[in-house]
């Protein structure tokens, strides 16, 4: 019970800076508003690099929205903004985004195919928009 509780304790500081941050940086970047907290339901997936058969249904319906936000402003400002919100809440946290089949594909690909959407770009803090 007592290992439960710490591992709580440790995402809620995990995610707390994050939020934080968010709400900060979601007021400097009009575009970025509907991209960077669509990232955060997928969040534990991507720096886990653990991929389940099943994706929860938060993450995919936020992946989903950053598609619908893609057919908006584009899908190079879709990426620059995905890009951004993984260098400001996951690397600068001291994570990265994991990768699948030997380091050769983003693991946003695989979770992307899963969840039945098409990003056209990896959300990574290495993506190439």
């Given at each position: ?8 304790i ?47 249904t ?72």
């Open positions: 019970m007592e290992s439960v509780l710490k591992a709580l440790h995402i809620l500081l995990l995610l707390l800076p994050m939020a934080l941050i968010t709400i900060l940086s979601e007021t400097t970047d009009p575009q970025c508003a509907d991209v960077s907290p669509n990232i955060h339901p997928c969040a534990y997936i991507l720096q886990s690099g653990n991929l389940p058969d099943d994706p929860p938060e993450c995919c319906n936020a992946l989903k929205r950053i598609q619908e936000t893609e057919s908006r402003i584009g899908v190079q400002n879709t990426c620059q903004c995905a890009k951004s919100c993984v260098i400001t809440h996951i690397v600068a946290a001291g994570a990265s985004i994991k990768t699948l089949d030997a380091g050769e594909r983003d693991i946003s690909t695989s979770l992307q195919a899963k969840c039945g959407v098409s990003l056209g770009f990896d959300i990574s803090e290495n993506a190439q928009c």
